[in-house]
């Protein structure tokens, strides 16, 4: 009744040309009233002055003087307002459990009754309080998940479990289908579940302390292959300064090989120690789950939930650490020790003992290339093409991530990056690290990265992508795939698709092409070593109208 009462009264203290409460408010001689701007306004607009309801004319202009008593209602309509909507707060809103005994707006419940199947609020709770059988029902916190308890075949609460059929049933239930099967109480059958998790949670918790006891480990390998690195950095040079200027040349090469080495082992090492970091967080929050299902007051709940709480998770494997990155740089530095008293002619024969190079099996879990389109997201990298490096007969649009072949030059100003004669563009971003993307293809399109330097004002051998020791690129048509790297082509067959996926590992120098259908399908995949960062490079070499979009992971 007093809402209704406020909103009858935000009626009358009403504005009728801003339909808002009055501000400033002015009565006019015909007895109506109006916000002072809204009245001047409306008056200043017109050569004579009337009233905007009754259409009463005044000669002169009335004054306008602030009618207090409306402005002092309309204060007290807006506290008034304010007193009503801030008692709001005790109803039941969504995502709220509603009282079940309340006839008009339903309060919110604090407990929920697991023998009278129902939720209440404070005031109607007071019965299980005060009257001596109710006393004895079960409450706990409210709980919207009430009906879960309830039989949906008889309508009625579900109190035995069947060890036969491993779930819940009513009293007819076990009187109907499950008439000689194994039953108890669930009551008693989660005192029994309850040792399991219990066993269960000291599991999870000594499998903590083993993953905490291996990132330790792993740690103590890192500062060992660190000292054994920086050793055979400082023998190494110390040897190579004694050589003449022939091998300084092989020196430097060394050093940076040794450098890369201990950096890739190290990554190694880093990308293990997160994986179990996360393991460990994640066996974390499940002891969390465990904790709490342990202290739930509703059997059925636990139940319900326990199956898929006390499945144990594969443990990560830690590898066995046998001293061979530690072996590998001493067998470097030995390398080194012998060339260095040997003579130039023997230079060639000793020079494979003592390149470091990667033909050594990897000694840390290796990280292995992502198989789902999920596991690639992971990886996912939000690039938009290079404006300044497009060639003329392309369009880009669609904030940049997307090429069309124009029958026509467009108008583009003069800069040095711009591809003069090859119809390619570059991205504005560099590749490092790990990186996915990918492209959606309509007609012949290249998809390729190259590295910044890549030549532009040559012939497309010189600078199409693909033809030269700078690029690598995939060309999609309708008649299939073909790579092509350092002029070398090589035909690729898989299913055909419009979206191309390319996935780059940078540190481990791999670069994958993927056709993607409803799997991941590997078309092309390089080894090599990149020296540079790399960028995404998108070549439209056949027919105007011809797209490549750059895939939006926003």
Known sequence: ???????????????????????????????????????????????????????????????????????????????????????????????DVACDFCSERKLKASKSCLVCMASYCEQ??????????????????????????????????????????QQCICYLCLMDEHKDHVTVSAAAER??????????????????????????????????????????????????????SLIEKKSSEVKQQIRSKQKCEQNRVKELQEKIEQEIRDLRRRDTELQQLSLTEDHLHFLKNYSSLSHQSASTNVPTYNNLTLQYFEDVTASVSRTRDKVKALLSDEWPKIS??????????????PKTRDDFLKYSCQITLDIDTVNTLLSLSDSNRKVTLMSRNQSYPSHPDRFLVCRQVLSRE????????????????????????????GTVKECGFGFNDKSWALTVSGSGYNFKHNNISTLISGPLSSRIGVYLDHRAGTLSFYSITETMNLLHRVQTRFTQPLHAGLWLPQSAGDTAELFDFK
Not at 31 to 53: A, R, V
Not at 62 to 78: A, R, S, T
Not at 210 to 230: C, I, T
Not at 356 to 369: F, N, R, S
């Open 1 to 95: 009744m007093a809402l209704q009462l406020i909103q009858l009264d935000q009626e009358k203290l009403s504005c009728s040309i801003c339909l808002d409460l009055l501000k400033d408010p002015v009565t006019i001689p015909c007895g109506h009233s109006y916000c002072m701007d809204c009245i001047k306004n409306c008056w200043d607009e017109k050569e004579t002055h009337s009233c905007p309801q009754c259409r009463q004319t005044f000669t002169p202009t009335p004054v306008l003087v602030k009618n207090m008593i409306l402005g002092e209602l309309v204060e007290d309509l807006k506290k008034a307002e304010h007193s009503t909507a801030s008692s709001d707060h005790t109803f039941a809103g969504p995502g």
């Open 124 to 165: 109607h709770l007071q019965p299980h309080y005060n009257v001596a059988p109710l006393k004895k029902h079960k409450l706990i916190k409210a709980t919207s998940k009430l009906q879960e308890n309830i039989c949906p075949r008889h309508d009625e609460v579900m109190k035995i479990f069947c060890r036969t059929d």
């Open 191 to 244: 005192a029994e579940k309850q040792k399991d998790l219990e066993t269960n949670q000291q599991n999870v918790q000594q499998r903590i302390q083993n993953r905490e006891k291996d990132v330790k480990v792993l740690q103590e390998q890192v500062e060992a292959m660190n000292l054994s690195a920086d050793k055979a950095f400082r023998e190494c040079d110390k040897a190579f300064k004694n050589l003449i």
């Open 356 to 369: 470091v190079g990667t033909t050594k099996a990897d000694i840390l879990l290796p990280q292995g290339e």
């Open 430 to 457: 560099g590749l490092t690290g790990h990186c996915y993307l990918e492209v959606k293809c309509n007609g012949m399109v290249g998809v390729a990265v190259a590295y910044k330097d890549i030549g532009r004002r």
